[in-house]
């Protein structure tokens, strides 16, 4: 029997929301816990996968829906899963972006269904409230395939703002707030 693989993805609704500075938080909380945590990059970036193999102390390998073929890209994942604690996979863009508006092809979203790994949503909360619950009940419902497990919030001014959120999406959300 396979061994089960322990990951998530860590994807945004665009760039610039914190994905990778909340990415590296993560690599670095569990590595400080002891765990042997594999890292990996959606799309054909170096940078971000050069941080994460520095953070993890395993080579962040690279994730590519649309230059990689479904078995190529499971391959490279569960090659690199071995030995690992937890697979972490930091997303490109947004998550439903890829190479084209019409479809899923070479998005974080495309990637998350092929490897089984839920979703966890980056979300900048610096000019929202309530609002909050719109979108990520719009992620979540927009490709009911992809298992949007739970939200951080970036550039939050605070508790009580952090507060709001949590609420918005508790009341109306399947996901689970994470922290700020």
């Not at 073929?69 to 930091?90: K, Q, T, Y």
Request: charged share 20%; with cysteine.
């Amino acid at each position: 029997m396979a061994e089960m693989i322990k990951g998530f993805v860590i994807a945004g609704p665009a760039s610039g929301v914190g994905k990778t500075t909340v990415t590296l938080a993560l690599m670095a909380a569990f590595r400080r816990r002891g765990l042997q945590v594999q890292p990996f990059k959606c799309g054909p970036d170096f940078i971000d996968a050069g941080h994460h193999t520095r953070v993890c102390g395993r080579t962040s390998r690279n994730l590519d829906g649309w230059m990689l073929s479904a078995d190529r890209n499971r391959d490279i994942f569960c090659r690199s899963a071995a030995g690992a604690d937890v697979c972490i996979v930091e997303g490109v863009m947004g998550l439903f972006d890829g190479v084209s508006g019409k479809s899923e092809a070479g998005s974080t979203a495309e990637m998350a269904k092929r490897l089984g790994l839920p979703v966890v949503l980056v979300v900048d909360a610096s000019s929202v409230a309530r609002s909050v619950a719109a979108l990520v009940h719009g992620f979540e419902t927009f490709d009911p395939k992809v298992r949007i497990l739970g939200v951080i919030f970036s550039k939050v001014a605070g508790y009580t703002h952090y507060d709001m959120l949590r609420d918005a999406v508790e009341s109306t959300c399947g996901a689970a707030p994470l922290g700020y």
